[in-house]
């Protein structure tokens, strides 16, 4: 395994990717006459973070916070820690905990409230599909004529904190799914020969009938709850059969995509490459599976690349029968997915409630920096929204220490994260996301519930029917059906 002390170079992938990101910049510059942040009222503001969990993978040495593994407390605290190195205003980060539909209920709930000061916001962390939605209803301020240069980030990460025009936030992580598979199994040849998902079915099923007595009981684990996740993983199925089976918008523009896209999310249950049980997997879920020896493959975000690396068994990871782990630490890799990855990530906003909106843009371009980055992956593990952040000379340094000066042997190679997130597809731009995604879960959950019980023959059915439901919800509108 490559960890980031020992990254091969960037080379083409980054150049590819910083040309792009100057043409996102000069986009950024076309605001729309976005009119600049009002006059902040205290002299020295506190400025509140609002985040959902932070999954962050360790705090580096000597740790601002000793107790606090999560690189975000980290950097809110070295700021507080270090008053002469930047403007003088105080940060508090809180986090909700809970998934992605508690997370947004609640900053919305406090968006609409027009909460401030002490009892509200003046950051939100969102997830880059929020963006629409907070934007649209005037929740949150675009900056774009205040941010200055924005041409060291990412060209897609930076293009979600855009809408109808304006610039509404700075990108502070992004996400590119990868292709995790078992390297004493399969070759990088073979996972490379891998283009579809029939193809991963034949590879997957030839592999675990000729590995019998290792503990390998799935082909493929991915995420099928009914939450975000089985919206990316149906997404990237469908996308796979074309990229561009849905509008800007998120209506269907290929039926014949989204048709076929069910068919091949049906088939990875009825060949049995996926297991029942994976209808209720989220990203925990999926990672035990493959990091205890019983997956072959697992779809899975960056951060997964170290908690894979750094496992270690215990008595609760016996699988079926009391068959005992076979930890894949030290015989796994990571590869593109063998079709465009969905994008993820999150962005930073100033509320629109907020007394001191020039602070909080402020401490929003210290977040999003060079350095807060290239801590935000190299020892978080998160992947990042510079092109810097990627470089394997920009490690973390005792002199910019804000997020301690090591690094993780074990983040996910840098020049896997550039070429996924070079094909990543952003999801649906609409005001209306989380009800559109609901609807595509909702379809998601049945396809897998009908393959599992071997009900097959469904899928032009149920994608007719989510065609009518997603159009519907990506204009406000109810589902079709009710």
Known sequence: MTGVSGMPAVGRVLTALLALAGTAAGLAGCTGGTPALPADRDVVPTIRIVSGSDSSIGPGNAPAVPDETGIYQQLVAWWEANPDKHPH??????????????????????????????????????????????????????????????????????????????????????????????????????????????????LAAATVKAHPGTGLTDGYVGQFAPYEGASVNALELIRSEDPEAFNTDGTVRSQAALSRGLDDLASLFTSSTAAPAEGTYQEDQALRDFETGRALFMRGWPIAYDQVASYRPTSDDRGPGGTAPVPVAQHFAA????????????????????????????????????????????????????????????????????????????????????????????????????????????????????????????????AARLRSDLDAAARGAPPTGS
Not at 97 to 110: F, K
Request: glycine share 10%; charged share 15%.
């Open 89 to 202: 205003i105080h940060l508090q980060l809180v986090l909700i905990p809970g998934g992605a539909d508690v997370v947004h209920s609640e900053m919305l709930a406090s968006a609409q409230s027009g909460g401030s000061g002490p009892s509200g916001y003046d950051i939100y962390n969102l997830d880059s599909q929020w963006i629409p939605e907070f934007a649209a209803g005037k929740l949150i301020r675009p900056i774009g004529a205040d941010t200055g240069d924005t041409s060291g980030y990412l060209p897609l990460p930076l293009a979600t904190t855009r809408y109808q025009g304006r610039l509404y936030g700075l990108p502070f992580t992004t996400d590119a799914g990868l292709l995790y598979y078992r390297t004493d199994l399969v070759s990088a040849g073979q996972v490379a020969s891998v283009h579809s998902v029939a193809d991963l079915e034949r």
């Open 335 to 462: 590869a593109q997915l063998p079709f465009p990855t969905t994008l993820g990530g999150q962005d930073l906003a100033v509320s629109s409630s907020s007394p001191n909106a020039r602070a909080a843009l402020q401490v929003i371009q210290w977040l999003t920096d060079a350095a807060s980055e290239r801590c935000l992956y190299a020892v978080g593990g998160l992947a990042p929204t510079r092109a810097a952040a990627l470089d394997a000379g920009a490690l973390p340094t005792a002199a910019e220490s804000r997020c301690g000066s090591a690094a993780s042997p074990h983040v996910a190679p840098a020049p896997i994260v550039l070429a996924a997130l070079g094909r990543a597809l952003p999801r649906p731009t609409t005001r209306y996301y989380t009800e559109w995604s609901r609807e595509l879960q909702i379809t998601v959950g049945q396809v897998v519930q009908q393959a599992s019980s071997g009900a097959t023959g469904h899928t032009a059915q149920d």
